[in-house]
């Protein structure tokens, strides 16, 4: 139907903030050669909230993923 898309789109970003606003699935890469390091799923529509609870939690874990304390 008119509107629908099973497509993806894959964003590259350094902003943890960013990722957790607009994705779905937020895939933490080590440096290169890059591996999957963690996997943090987001529900609920994009773009959420800065400030939701889900964009947060998701910003900490992603920044646990890195090594970096939030």
Known sequence: A???????VLLVTH???EAAVLAD???VL???PASV???VRLSGSAPRLRTSAEVLTAREAILSALGVAG
């Open 2 to 8: 008119l509107g629908e898309s099973n497509g993806a």
């Open 15 to 17: 902003d943890v903030e």
């Open 25 to 27: 699935r937020v895939m």
């Open 30 to 32: 080590t440096p290169r």
């Open 37 to 39: 390091v963690a996997e």
